[in-house]
């Protein structure tokens, strides 16, 4: 158990030790520091008040979330991604473009399919076309 940090960097440091690697694990454009959900402990441990419990064997915090909170946790963030805080962090767009590029497999995939079946049925037409002529010589 932890006592109550004091500051973001002492809040930041708690997580680094309990929870490595947390700042990966936050999705900056869903953080919200008033959903017990999508805060920084919801998103780390599944819900705010779960969070609390493991860190501070406490139900309760007496820290009031507001925008300035969550640009504080975002260069805490940042910081641990080495990432200067003028410079937003890519990670949604970086999991955006792997959902993407699952899909354009996915239809190139299905592309390829179609074409194989169109030259099968380019050649069965072509068999049946020149078994046509065969038969109406005969």
């Given at each position: 158990m932890y006592s109550l940090p004091n500051s973001y960097?002492?809040?930041?440091?708690?997580?680094?030790?309990?929870?490595?690697?947390?700042?990966?694990?936050?999705?900056?454009s869903?953080?919200?520091?008033?959903?017990?959900h999508t805060?920084?402990?919801?998103?780390?441990?599944?819900?705010?008040?779960k969070g609390l419990q493991i860190l501070f064997n406490?139900?309760?915090?007496?820290?009031?979330?507001?925008?300035?909170?969550?640009?504080?946790?975002?260069?805490?963030?940042d910081k641990r991604?080495?990432?200067?805080?003028s410079q937003?962090?890519?990670?949604?767009y970086k999991r955006k473009a792997e959902r993407l590029n699952k899909q354009a497999d996915i239809h190139a995939e299905r592309a390829e399919n179609l074409l194989k079946k169109?030259?099968?049925e380019i050649a069965l037409s072509a068999s049946l076309r020149k078994a046509a002529k065969l038969a109406y010589k005969g």
């Open positions: 960097d002492e809040a930041a440091a708690i997580l680094d030790k309990d929870s490595p690697g947390w700042f990966e694990r936050i999705d900056q869903k953080l919200d520091m008033e959903v017990w805060c920084i402990l919801g998103q780390v441990y599944g819900d705010y008040c406490s139900k309760s915090s007496p820290y009031y979330a507001n925008r300035a909170s969550r640009l504080e946790w975002i260069k805490q963030i991604l080495n990432r200067k805080m937003p962090s890519t990670l949604p169109a030259k099968a």
